[in-house]
């Protein structure tokens, strides 16, 4: 049973792989599609995407901190990508402790702390590990774009207007800051499990805040990219989540092709 199973899905891959990108992109918006009518209809308030986006990135950082501490190797992992994400993790965490302190509040406190220790753990503790010149994307090319949009592009709440710049660019970071984990990957070819299961995760919280957005959306019949927040702060945020979302489905696709297929390491195709 076993091997008939892994016959079908390397059949069922090896198809895939031989398909022009026009049809590999097709293929994944359809699953995309499904996957959120499923999620329409067995979720009846929709605002438990955000909690459970939050929740999965907890479950991803947690994983890191389990390889740190038992494999003492931190290869593979972007420092670069780690800094980015406790940026924007501090940043949202003043503004939900000022604007909001609810249960968000909760899990982007044992975000930030699961990942401040992480980094303390690649610059000092296992240095010696770590691969900076795979790592080489200048993160001021990311932050630096992020606070002027959020200068522009805020949310119109009662808030103070520093208050919403801040939340705007934790957002804006928040979509980008994972680009430099995959230009290390691009560059490595390989990734190793606790890596993968890192990033994945990562995909899943992705997909999950981006089908809030979408859905609402769609259940407003658009009416809700106009609510009183802002003429562009909407739309942006539902760009900048599909933006991401699709930046790591590429990668969750070969993740997933390589635990259907038994193996450990996730490798990555060589750019054209």
């Known amino acids: 049973m076993g091997r008939r199973r892994n016959s079908a899905v390397n059949e069922l891959f090896g198809w895939i792989r ?29 605002n438990h995407f955000f909690v ?11 994983v890191l901190v389990y390889k740190l501490i038992t494999k003492k190797t931190c290869s593979g992992l972007s420092l670069k990508s780690q800094e980015l994400t406790a940026l924007f993790l501090a940043v949202r965490f003043y503004c939900s402790f000022a604007m909001e302190g609810d249960i968000h509040t909760v899990l982007d ?18 240095n010696p590990t770590y691969i900076e010149e795979l790592d080489n994307m200048p993160i001021y090319y990311l932050v630096i774009p992020c606070a002027i949009l959020s200068i522009f592009i805020h949310p119109s709440t009662h808030h103070n207007a520093i208050n919403r710049m801040c939340w705007a660019f934790s957002v804006f970071l928040e979509s980008v800051s994972v680009l430099p984990q995959l230009r290390l990957m691009q560059n490595a070819k390989m990734v190793e499990p606790f890596t993968g299961h ?3 995760a990562l995909g899943i919280a992705r997909f999950l805040g981006c089908a809030h957005w979408i859905i609402q959306v769609i259940e407003t019949r658009g009416a809700y990219l106009f609510v009183r927040t802002g003429v562009l702060w909407i739309p942006v945020v539902l760009v900048s989540e599909i933006v991401q979302t699709f930046i790591l489905a590429d990668f969750c696709y070969y993740y997933a092709k390589s635990v259907m297929e038994g193996q450990l390491l996730v490798r990555l195709p060589c750019p054209v």
């Open 18 to 46: 031989k398909q022009s990108m026009k049809v590999k992109i097709f293929l994944g918006v359809v699953i995309a599609i499904l996957l959120l009518v499923g999620l329409k209809y067995s979720v009846k308030d929709h």
């Open 198 to 200: 890192y990033v994945f």
């Open 52 to 62: 459970a986006s939050e929740a999965v990135h907890v479950a991803g950082i947690f």
């Open 109 to 126: 406190f044992l975000t930030l702390v699961a990942t401040v220790w992480v980094i303390y753990m690649i610059r000092f503790k296992l």
